[in-house]
C-alpha cells in the first residue's frame, strides 16, 4: 500500500531538514511528500524551496509545496489530504524525527486490517516524561497529580486510549508495550485513510497552531463508527517540540479555551457529569497558569491578568461558539 506524507510547515525552515532526512531513512518510502506552506513570509518560503530543491537532488521521492491562503494547521491539512495521490495519508508535524521502521509496521496494520481508517505509533517524549514522573521529587509529583485531578493535561498510564470531556487524551502505560483500540489518532505522526476526507474534514475556522484540531477530527470519526483506529507502541517517533513556528504563550491561551469550549459543545453531550468535568479543567488551566507565574516570581499584572480573563472570553462569545462561528478570535489575535 503506497501513502503519502503532508507536512504543514510555518517558519520550520531550520528544522524541517531534520524531519525530511528521517522520511529518507525510512525503510518504507512515501510515494510523495506534500508540503503545506502556510502563508509564512517571502523569506521563510525561499529558504523551503532551497531545501526542498536540495532534498530532490539527494532522494528519490517525489516532493511539492502547496500554497495556503492562511496560517492554519487545520486547513493545510485539509489541503494536503486532498491533494494526496495515495490511499493513505500520513500526518506529519516538521519537528518530528521518525524511527526508520516507522511507517513499514504502521502499514502491515492497514493490510491486516481491512476496516483500519487511522493509525499512530508512540512518541518517545511521552516515554521521557513517564520516567521523569517516576523520578521526580514530592513537589513535581504533587503538580503531576494536579494535572491528573484536573485533567488539564494528557493523561498516563491508562489501559485505554480515551478523549475525556476535559479534552485531555488519555495513553496506555507506555514504559509497556500495547496494541489498543483508540479514540483518537494525533496528527502529529498519525495516518490517516483517504476516502474518509470525502465526509469529514479539519475545522477551517482553527488557525494557526490549531489547537486540538486532531482531537476533534479523530473523535467525530470515533463517535460516527466510521472505522477503527488503533495505537500502537511497536512504531516510535520522537516530537521535538521546537518553538519556532508557535504562537505566543498569551494568544494561546485564549485559543484553548475558545477552540476547547467549540470542541466540546460539537462532541459532547451537555450531560452533569460531562459539564462538571469540562468546567474542572477550566478551572485548573488557570490555577495551573496562576501557580506558573508565581514559581517563576513573574510580577507582571498584565500576565495575571490574561490568566484569568483567558477562563471568561470564551463565555462572552459563547452564542458565537455555538454557532459555529470563531471569526471573534481571529479578530482579537490577527494571524501575523
Request: net charge positive; with cysteine.
Amino acid at each position: 500500500m503506497e501513502y503519502s506524507i503532508v507536512m504543514p510547515v510555518y517558519k520550520r525552515s531550520e528544522i524541517l531538514n531534520t524531519c525530511l532526512e528521517s522520511v529518507s531513512n525510512q525503510i518504507l518510502k512515501p510515494l510523495e511528500i506534500i508540503i503545506v506552506n502556510n502563508n509564512t513570509t517571502k523569506l521563510e518560503t525561499s529558504k523551503l524551496i532551497s531545501l526542498i530543491n536540495k532534498f530532490k537532488d539527494n532522494n528519490n521521492i517525489s516532493i511539492r509545496i502547496l500554497p495556503s491562503s492562511k496560517n492554519s494547521g487545520a486547513l493545510a491539512r485539509n489541503l494536503g489530504a486532498y491533494a494526496a495521490k495515495s490511499e493513505l495519508i500520513a500526518f506529519l508535524d516538521s519537528d518530528v524525527i521518525l524511527d526508520q521502521d516507522y511507517y513499514s509496521i504502521l502499514i502491515n496494520y492497514f493490510k491486516k486490517y481491512h476496516d483500519l481508517i487511522a493509525i499512530q505509533g508512540l512518541d518517545r517524549t511521552l516515554i521521557d516524561s513517564e520516567n521523569k514522573i517516576l523520578r521526580a521529587n514530592v513537589l513535581n509529583k504533587i503538580f503531576y497529580k494536579f494535572e491528573q485531578f484536573f485533567e488539564t493535561s494528557l493523561l498516563l498510564n491508562r489501559k485505554k486510549a480515551y478523549v475525556s470531556p476535559s479534552l485531555a487524551v488519555s495513553h496506555p502505560k507506555v514504559l509497556e508495550n500495547f496494541e489498543v483500540s483508540s479514540q483518537w489518532i494525533s496528527t502529529c505522526a498519525g495516518i490517516f485513510k483517504k476516502d474518509i476526507f470525502n465526509k469529514y474534514s479539519f475545522p477551517e475556522q482553527f488557525i494557526t497552531y490549531s489547537n486540538n484540531e486532531y482531537v476533534m477530527f479523530s473523535y467525530a470519526l470515533y463517535q460516527n463508527n466510521v472505522g477503527r483506529m488503533i495505537y500502537t507502541s511497536k512504531a516510535k517517533y520522537r516530537d521535538i517540540q521546537t518553538v519556532s513556528g508557535r504562537i505566543d504563550r498569551i494568544p494561546l491561551l485564549y485559543q484553548i479555551q475558545s477552540y476547547d469550549y467549540y470542541i466540546f459543545n460539537k462532541l459532547f453531550k451537555k450531560n452533569i457529569k460531562n459539564i462538571v468535568i469540562f468546567i474542572k479543567s477550566r478551572l485548573g488551566y488557570l490555577i495551573y497558569h496562576l501557580l506558573r507565574l508565581i514559581v517563576k516570581r513573574d510580577t507582571s499584572i498584565s500576565n495575571y491578568f490574561h490568566a484569568f480573563f483567558s477562563l471568561i472570553y470564551p463565555i462572552l462569545h459563547l452564542s458565537a461558539i455555538i454557532k459555529g462561528d470563531l471569526s471573534f478570535y481571529e479578530k482579537d489575535f490577527p494571524i501575523k
